[in-house]
């Protein structure tokens, strides 16, 4: 995939979101798109060898819409400004397992991201469990020099006090209060631009985040 011309289409789509812009330059997006789905199976090609839970019977990738779903909405905006798409070793919903993100678009919109994006409350219950039993497994892969060199840790919403059923002095306090366990990384356009093979450069962020995948998905069962 070529980011320039990826970039400089969704720049346009920004400025201009509407259905109007949008089919006159339908064929240009439909190269585009194609382009970006073989990166996603480039990408999931070698996460199946990094991750071999995503090689089985139901591990799955999904390339995301560019329509915007605007029922709820205040931004009525049909399109989005990103192309994204998600790799998990489940065949439920996309985001209903741990995975793995891609995000491309201009203005700070890449990224590459991983973890369990909230989890429900069976799952959430599951991984503070594990935290409690096996923090220290957690904190090995937090800590390894392969993901400090991308994450600086667990991003996402946190809870302002104890968890329930959790003492406020337990020595994991922190970890247990997560109410998201994601690690993301932004890439910035001119690296992104820059960089000589887009593909190598966002795979080798996605190889740092394969063990916490297999942390949190050991955890949920």
Do not use: C
């Amino acid at each position: 995939m070529q980011l320039s011309p990826l970039f400089t289409f969704l720049a346009g789509l920004a400025a201009h979101n509407d259905r109007a812009w949008f089919q006159v330059r339908k064929a240009e997006y439909d190269r585009l798109r194609a382009d970006f789905e073989a990166d996603v199976a480039f990408w999931r090609q070698e996460l199946n060898r990094l991750d071999p839970a995503l090689a089985g019977p139901l591990g799955r990738s999904s390339v995301f819409r560019i329509y915007r779903d605007v029922r709820f909405s205040k931004n009525k905006d049909p399109y989005k400004t990103h192309f994204s798409a998600y790799f998990t070793a489940s065949a439920g919903k996309e985001t209903d397992a741990p995975g793995y993100y891609v995000q491309v678009g201009p203005g700070g919109q890449t990224l590459v991201a991983g973890g369990l994006y909230q989890p429900d409350k069976a799952q959430l219950a599951a991984i503070r469990q594990e935290i409690d039993y096996n923090a220290a497994g957690l904190k090995a892969v937090l800590g390894a020099p392969g993901f400090r060199q991308y994450f600086p840790g667990l991003a996402g919403e946190r809870l302002k006090k104890a968890p329930a059923g959790y003492d406020p002095a337990h020595p994991e306090i922190e970890l247990l209060k997560h109410k998201n366990f994601v690690a993301s990384h932004e890439i910035p356009d001119a690296d992104a631009l820059a960089a000589p093979d887009f593909r190598a450069h966002v795979l080798a962020r996605l190889g740092a985040l394969v063990p916490l995948g297999q942390f949190l998905r050991e955890a949920v069962g």
